[in-house]
């Protein structure tokens, strides 16, 4: 079943503007990550989130998360080309380490 | 540093014929490895999971299978292809606690 549910399902931005995508999830959660995914390509880990903490930073990339709305938004600032790629949420189901489920994804264009 | 091979890129095969994939890993001891697919366009759907030799967990029944035959070799697998087979099909490791995902970088399957 699915876990998290990205929004929106498309964004299309300009080159150096920031680009926000959310995460709604259902159920408890130990930790929250984000992935990216070029076109064709598999998918790089970007950031873990734990159910502690309610943000984070790593370079351009901003992530928050609220577990009272169990949702998370990943912040791309001062985004470029090369940021064009989609971008999933991904969960550990309740009980469940061993795997992961993920949303169904946010396709990112950045425009030069 | 640990690395994932994963092959072919890209498989043509015609219904009803059999299919073999396969992904390594190297640079590391007992992952725990995972087949997902990708419908064009979707999220991904965790396949079947594994967190030993022989230890395979299906997630939703279908016309694939999956053998773990050594510690870092993960082979997905069918006796008849169904056009409804086709998609993106990615292997990932992860190590214990499970993560964090890493990822091949997947076949194209077309079954035709």
């Known amino acids: 079943s699915q876990q998290g549910e990205e929004d929106p399902q498309a964004l299309s931005i300009q080159e150096g503007e920031n680009a926000t995508m959310n995460c709604s999830y259902k159920t408890s959660i130990n930790n929250l990550q984000w992935y990216r995914q070029n076109s064709g390509r598999g998918l790089v880990h970007l950031i873990l989130?734990?159910?502690?903490?309610r943000e984070k930073h790593s370079g351009r990339l901003r992530v928050t998360l609220d577990t009272s709305k169990k949702s998370s938004s990943l912040l791309i600032t001062a985004s470029r080309a090369a940021d064009t790629a989609s971008y999933f949420c991904?969960?550990?189901?309740?009980?469940?380490?061993?795997?992961?489920?993920f949303g169904k994804g946010t396709k990112l264009t950045v425009n030069p | 540093s640990q690395t994932i091979h994963q092959w072919p890129a890209t498989l043509v095969q015609p219904v009803g014929s059999p299919l073999s994939l396969e992904c390594t890993v190297e640079?590391?001891?007992?992952?725990?490895l995972y087949w997902y697919r990708q419908a064009a366009g979707r999220g991904l759907q965790l396949l079947f999971y594994?967190?030993?030799?022989?230890?395979i967990s299906s997630e939703v029944p279908q016309n694939l299978s999956a053998s773990r035959p050594q510690d870092r070799q993960f082979i997905l697998s069918s006796k008849k292809l169904l056009l409804s087979d086709s998609g993106f099909y990615l292997c990932?490791?992860?190590?214990?606690?499970?993560?964090?995902?890493?990822f091949g970088s997947g076949t194209q399957l077309s079954v035709l």
């Open positions: 990932a490791w992860s190590g214990l606690g499970g993560e964090k995902l890493f």
């Open positions: 989130i734990r159910s502690n903490e």
């Open positions: 991904a969960t550990p189901p309740q009980g469940g380490s061993e795997k992961l489920v």
């Open positions: 640079g590391t001891s007992n992952p725990n």
């Open positions: 594994s967190v030993g030799i022989g230890q």
